[in-house]
C-alpha cells in the first residue's frame, strides 16, 4: 500500500527529499557580509566542479550572488542548529549571528570560522521558476578543518546534518562503508581510499 504524497512540499510529513543545512555568506552593496540558512543545495558536476544552490530571488543571499558573483558555502555541524535557525530572524551580517567572519582563499565574501568546511564559489549562470532562483556556482577554492582530514571517521567529526521539515532536522553522527560484515554497513574505522562518487 502506498499514500499519495500532495505536490506542495511544505505538506510533506515525512519528507522524501533532504537538504544539507549549509551558512550561505554573501557581499552586501556597502562591502558588509550576509549570511544566511540553506538546504537546497548539492553538487551538480565534476568538471568543472559546479554546485547547484535554490534560494527565494527576494533573499538577500541570491540578490547578492547575482550582483557581486561570488559566495561561500559554509558546513556547519550539527551543534550550531539553534544558531542555524536563529541566523534567519537576526539581521543578517555574519557577527550579528556570533559567529566569526574568516577572510576566503579565493572571493570575497567571508568563511564562518566556526563551520567545518567551506566551498567558495563564483556565480556560473542562474535559472528561475517563480519566485526562486537556481544559482549554479563554480568551486574555486575548498577548505576543512585540519583535524577532520586526520580522525578515523572525519564525518563524525563533521556531524553535517539535513533539513527534514520545518524546525526538524537530522544529523550524520557516523560514516559506514559498504562491504562490512554488518547489513546496515560498518561504521567507518580506517581511511577510506578516495571515491569519487558514492
Ligand atoms: C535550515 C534552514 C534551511 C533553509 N533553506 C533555505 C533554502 O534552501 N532556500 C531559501 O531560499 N531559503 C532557505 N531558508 C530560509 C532562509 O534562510 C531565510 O528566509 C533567511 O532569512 C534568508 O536570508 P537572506 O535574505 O539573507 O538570504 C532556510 C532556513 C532554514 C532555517
Not at 23 to 52: C, H, Q, R, Y
Not at 63 to 74: D, Q, S, W, Y
Not at 79 to 108: F, I
Not at 146 to 151: F, I, P, R, S
Amino acid at each position: 500500500m502506498k499514500a499519495n504524497l500532495n505536490l506542495d512540499k511544505e505538506t510533506w510529513h515525512p519528507s522524501p527529499l533532504i537538504g544539507q543545512i549549509v551558512l550561505v555568506t554573501t557581499l552586501n552593496a556597502d562591502g558588509t557580509s550576509n549570511i544566511a540558512p540553506k538546504s537546497w543545495i548539492s553538487m551538480m558536476a565534476f568538471e568543472p566542479p559546479i554546485l547547484a544552490l535554490g534560494c527565494n530571488v527576494q533573499h538577500w543571499t541570491g540578490r547578492n550572488i547575482l550582483e557581486r558573483g561570488e559566495f561561500v558555502v559554509n558546513v556547519p555541524g550539527a551543534e550550531l542548529a539553534e544558531t542555524v535557525w536563529r541566523a534567519c530572524d537576526l539581521p543578517h551580517p555574519v557577527e550579528a549571528a556570533g559567529l566569526t567572519p574568516v577572510p576566503s582563499l579565493k572571493v570575497r565574501p567571508p568563511r564562518v570560522g566556526e563551520c567545518r568546511a567551506h566551498l567558495e564559489c563564483v556565480l556560473d549562470r542562474h535559472l528561475t521558476y517563480g519566485d526562486e532562483l537556481v544559482v549554479f556556482g563554480r568551486i574555486v577554492a575548498g577548505s576543512v578543518d585540519a583535524v577532520a582530514l586526520g580522525a578515523d571517521d572525519p564525518y563524525a567529526y563533521l556531524r553535517m546534518f539535513a533539513f527534514l521539515e520545518d524546525s526538524t532536522y537530522g544529523v550524520i553522527e557516523q560514516a559506514r562503508q559498504v562491504g562490512k560484515n554488518d547489513d546496515r554497513g560498518g561504521a567507518m574505522s580506517a581511511k577510506p581510499s578516495p571515491a569519487r562518487r558514492a
